[in-house]
């Protein structure tokens, strides 16, 4: 098979990513899954703002990423590129302690309260304090900012707009029918 | 209510399809199980997020994990490694479609280089099948440039896709290393064939399904055929999990169909196709084929290298670098042979422009550097690899090696959604693997850097994937090292027959979908002289 390599370099993700896949979760599924709490939310959105900034172009904002965030979150059994993909819930729970509690170490502030930069350093560090968290947040954030807007994010096609990027025909519901999963 | 058939065939993808349709059209009653659902062309939309990120194509890693021991790994983790595609028409529904034939020398690679294993039959019987494959689904091509490639009956029926200006670039570069690019031939229709439309280069060919029908899946090229003979049915959403047998024969299989009920389906014949992990576990679920079943399981080694060509900088080859074409349409095999290794074996490169994905785009955007870049970082990166320059890749593909620790069986403790021991995958790398993609990505670099791009990068080395399976019932002429004999046979099961890649003793530096075709119509006219044709009903 050749190209895509999105396929290849996949699936040789998961490979190289084994050291860091958490073992298997033993906890129901069923607990896992649902918007995103309240109180982890506001932060949440707060960093998609930083990680996809609005600048000359449209940003996460904009884009409403925390949208799609909230739906693929709701999904039962949403799947990222990884295997214990029950756990981004918790991840972003846990992301989100951990940015208010550096917040307001360093900066004596709620993350949402801090000045951009000052959220830039925040994440800066968690990115290297918590890997897994970041790499969760990040290709949610880019998901909610370049996926269909059927999605829930890239409102208006702002992202797309964004990068200049013309999305490939035909798209979900054109033809009257949402690409969904056969489960 | 008992059903009984001429024919069982298990798995509607490049194994079955073939072997359904000209059973079907020989006068044969047929039934082709397919695990996966299927989907119309209206299904085929170009979403990343549905269709790549999000299981369309694969099993979700809860429902139907397999299980991999990696190399020195002493547990097993759950993976999604080693699907290709659970849907009416199977991986070549989202195929990129390179459809490359083998070299003839690797059909005897122990007679000839001592090393390796022979296939029980020759490249000149497979021969006629290449060409019936090419002709009957629509193959795009141009034969005579390539001095590696074996001989041909016929040529390509159809002229090669429309390519990227860009191609002549890496046609004078290959020249001036003395080397010979060819067109990659493509599962692709580039003029309407056969009924069916020609390709409109809308740059989401490969991991989607073709919405115009352009790509030569078998879900368009053959089951359609099958089914008109009114002798065929493809009956989707039916998961096989035991062939049954008895004194050595196979007397028909029990699924589970849609509702989940389990039922039973009789054959005189049966033909399994479920690719090469999912057939051998079906084997040993079942308790046939003996102890090689799993053994020798094959992928493809791969690596990667890219040339990136700013705007600004080649001015004089500005207009060529922007123009938007999803092809470039080059190989070279002249490293199909390597003849400084043990195993004298290298493979194919093969030259393109990264997927349109821009969600994979992005992610490999922010992961060039590390740690990973985000914020307004990555979003003028991502305009600047949009928007000022353009990227040409190479992939290389090389045999994967058999080896003892590469094998599959099954998982003693996890189960799919229906209860079933999954496939447990074992891998472990021969060291050639490294070298040979080593050499291959070294090339493929030369003959970027030649083109004279502002940067060059290798990639990956020495990855595998998923994707082609080879390898785990081996065909011989032998019972005591083979499962399969020279007719894809079982050697204890007469009348059960496996056709996707796990007959095969050796994969190839080239994907094995094609091969995989071919030898498809091949055990069909085989089982044809076995059984007979137009029995009278």
Redesign the interface.
Known sequence: MGFPLTRRSFLNFFLGAAAFVVSACTAPVRRLFGPIPQDSRAILEAATWRLVPSDEHPGAREAHVIGYIDKALSLPFYALAKPACWSHRRELERGAKLLESVALRDWGSPFVALASSQQDAVLGYVQGQDLEFFHTLLVLSLEGFLGDPVHGGNRGQAGWQAIGYVPGQPRPGSCGHPAKSHR | MQESFDVLVIGSGAGGGPIACRLAEAGLRVLVLEK??EY?R???????????????FVP????E?HT?V?ED?TTS?????GW?A??VGG?TVH????FYRLHPDDFRMRSKYGVLADWPFPYEELEPYYTQVEEEIGVSGASGQNPLEGPRSKPYPLPPVDVHPFSSEIDRSCAKLGLHPFP?PRAILSRPYKGRAACVY???????GC?VGAKSSTQEALLPRAVATGRCEVRSRAMVHRIVARGGEAQGVLYFDAEGRERFAGARTVVLSANAIESARLLLASELGGALVGKNLQF?V?S?GRAVYRYAAQKRRQSILRTRHPFLGRSVQDFYFLPELPVPKGGTI?F?F???????T???L?EEVH??R???F??ER??EY??ESRTV?F?TFADFLPNPGTYVDLDPEVRDRWGLPVARLHVNQPAHHAEAARILQARGLEILEATEPDEVHPG?LS??????LQGTCRAGKDPADSVLDRCCRLWDARNLYVVDGSFMPTAGGV?S?LTIMANSFRVADLIRQSVGDNRPR
Not at chain 2, 42 to 56: G, P, Q, S, T
Not at chain 2, 60 to 63: A, F, L, N, V
Not at chain 2, 95 to 98: F, K, L, R, S
Not at chain 2, 354 to 360: D, G, K, L, V
Request: one cysteine or more; charged letters at 20%; a negative charge.
């Open positions: 996966g659902p119309s209206a299904e085929y939309v170009h979403d990343e997020i549905a269709i790549v990120r999000r299981d369309f979700s890693i809860q429902d994990p991999l990696w790994a983790q759950k993976t999604t490694m290709i659970c849907c991986g195929m990129a479609g390179y990659s809308c740059d989401f060919c490969g991991s989607y919405e493809s791969f990667t093969r393109g990264p997927h349109a994905n821009p969600i994979f992005a992610m490999r922010a740690p990973p985000w914020g307004s990555l979003k991502m305009r949009f928007h890749e992939e990956e990855g595998v994937t998923g994707h082609l994907p979908t």
